[in-house]
């Protein structure tokens, strides 16, 4: 003990010795630097000891798993990350990997999502979402928390229930031309891919209902906006599993950089024009009403103004008129929203209905059962718009397009930036992880979902959901940063899918477990998905 005091007090007395040299100030900074990097140190490895003790595969010095991630084909991300969960997540549906010195933690357990999705302090996403930023900025599902929370409160009533009922028009009227696009395919016998008829489709639905503009997009398949917008995921994805190309001053000396920057131009300067327009017209119309008012000396009537005053908002007007009434939202603010809600409005919806126009073509009692079931609530009528309650009626297509959803769940992927410690049973998740919550797996868990696998709409009917989970099941994430238009979403796809299925009958050409999956921004299949389509007698 002497000996260890004496050792100690000597290397005390060579560090005074040394601050003697230097002036007060740099001995302050000097000792300030040697706490932060104690204390960094120590913290970190608290980090590591509590990473380690999660199951994982093995790693090497300082890159740890990157080369796992990193190296080999590009388009097999999602199938390593289920494949290792299997390996080393089975046991307590958790695994751990390090890509370089950044943990990861993914989780496919409904009792390890609970705590950190319910949690309202855990809404941090991770650093991989910051790769969109150059193209969604600080739009809703990139934003910090501090920048979301009061966005998230401004736009949640753009998606209302009274505001969906005044879509279905627009949902039915796109679904039309989008059966027009599928009559020109009935020659077709050895099948056309799904994908872009959907795609499209969706993209002209979101574009006419929250932004109010008519894009055409099905008429005009091969506009410069849906190539950019491919092209701009496809050079994301990429980036976020090569670690070198992750540092902006490497990325810029790429041939994908000037591609990006390519994409980048197109996207924007297609959502800069529609906020301008639209703006243009608010503001004109406010002028009208303001010289209306002029023209009256006693003002407008009373109940003109409580109308306007009233009148829910869809999504882009509210954000404008937000902007011109001094909401703090800049123009570019309101572009970030558009471009979010653009992707996020779109493709997840798309890529969900031709995975579950699949699956309905791969098991024709399914698909028997779900015409049925239109037929008697539309009366046998093929060509009526369903009326809000008779799409609410269409319990059976609700169930398989939950089911769709569950076997495909558009957003395979959840990341978040946890900003404190979570437990898990016997372990804890430290502060600083990246979680990813590998939604594909969970909904495959064999204990939630007997013969997980099997394409079983009965899953959804209400006797069978009592007593499940509610975090066993989340196409749309959970919890206070949960998809915002989801119910936007189920109404949309049950108008376009009934729309179809009154017209035609489905036949899936290939084999479900043939299609190879891409675990893109949103869930795709790599070669699209073949279908062929008969006039229903
Ligand atoms: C089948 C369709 C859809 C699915 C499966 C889906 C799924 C999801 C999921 C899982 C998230 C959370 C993402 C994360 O935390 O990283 C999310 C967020 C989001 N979704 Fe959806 N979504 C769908 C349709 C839509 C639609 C139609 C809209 C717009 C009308 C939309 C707008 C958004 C937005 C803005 C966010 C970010 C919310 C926030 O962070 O506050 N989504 N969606």
């Known amino acids: 003990m002497d ?30 630097m040697v706490c932060a990097i104690v204390t960094y140190r120590k913290r970190r490895a608290r980090l590591v000891y509590h990473i380690n003790r999660i199951p994982g595969p093995f790693m090497l010095p300082i890159i740890g798993n990157g080369l796992h991630v990193s190296l080999g084909c590009k388009d097999e ?20 990997a390090w890509n370089g010195p950044i943990p990861y933690v993914m989780i496919s357990k409904a009792s390890a999502v609970e705590p950190i999705l319910s949690n309202p302090k855990l809404v941090e996403k991770s650093v991989d979402y910051d790769y969109m930023k150059p193209w969604l900025g600080n739009g809703l599902l990139t934003s910090r928390a501090s920048v979301w929370h009061p966005r998230r409160k401004t736009l949640t009533p753009a998606f209302h229930f009274k505001i969906l009922s005044e ?10 031309v989008m ?15 799904i994908v872009p008829f959907t795609t499209l489709c969706a993209l002209d639905i979101f574009c006419e209902t929250a932004m109010g503009c008519a894009v055409n997009a099905q008429k005009n398949s091969d506009s410069e906006y849906v190539r ?51 703006k243009a017209e608010i503001v004109a119309k406010r002028r009208q009403v303001e ?30 008129e937000g902007s011109l009434d001094g909401s703090g939202l800049t123009d570019l ?21 031709a995975w579950i126009l699949l699956l309905l073509g791969s098991d024709q009692a399914i698909q028997d059962r779900v015409i049925h079931e239109i037929d008697e609530i539309m009366n046998g009528d093929r060509d009526r718009r369903p009326t809000m309650q008779e ?29 404190e410690d979570v437990q898990v049973d016997d372990y804890i998740i430290p502060s600083g992880t990246t979680t990813m919550i590998v939604v594909y797996q969970l909904h495959r868990d064999p204990t939630v979902f007997p013969n997980p696998d099997k394409y079983n709409p009965d899953n959804f009917l209400p006797e069978n959901c009592s007593g499940r989970h509610p975090y066993a099941y989340i196409p749309f994430s959970a919890g206070p940063r949960n998809c915002i238009g989801q119910k936007f979403a189920i109404l949309e796809e049950k108008m376009v899918l009934s729309t179809v299925l009154r017209k035609f009958r489905i036949e899936a050409v290939e084999r479900r477990e043939d299609v190879k999956l891409l675990g893109d921004l949103v869930l795709r299949p790599r070669d699209g998905l073949k279908i062929r389509v008969s006039r229903r007698q």
Request: some cysteine; proline content about 2%.
């Open 228 to 278: 950019a917008h491919k092209q701009i995921g496809k050079i994301i994805r990429n980036r976020l599993q090569k670690v070198w190309l992750r540092p902006d001053f490497i990325f810029k000396h790429t041939a994908e950089y000037r591609k990006h920057q390519e994409c980048l131009q197109v996207l924007h300067s297609f959502s800069d024009r529609v906020v301008q327009e639209r």
């Open 3 to 32: 000996v260890y005091l004496k050792n100690h007090a000597t290397a005390a007395a060579k560090i005074a010795s040394l601050f003697s040299f230097l002036s007060p100030v740099t001995t302050v900074i000097l000792v300030m």
């Open 391 to 419: 799409l609410n009626d269409m319990k059976y297509l609700e169930c398989c397009i939950k089911e769709g959803l569950r076997l495909y769940p558009s957003i395979p992927l959840i990341a978040r930036r946890l900003t």
């Open 333 to 353: 603010d309101v572009r970030e929203e558009v471009d979010t809600f653009v992707i996020g409005g779109h493709d997840t919806t798309a890529a969900a209905m």
């Open 167 to 176: 879509f279905v028009n627009i949902f039915h009227k796109q679904a039309l």
């Open 179 to 193: 059966n027009e696009k599928l009559a020109e395919q009935l020659d077709n016998q050895g099948g056309f891919d």
């Open 291 to 320: 010289d209306l008012i002029d023209l009256n000396n006693n003002g407008p009537a009373e109940d003109s103004i409580d109308c306007c005053k009233k009148k829910q908002l869809a999504f882009l007007d509210l954000l404008i």
């Open 77 to 96: 991300f999602l199938d390593r990350i289920v494949s290792a969960q299997k390996m080393y997540g089975r046991r307590i549906g958790m695994s751990r």
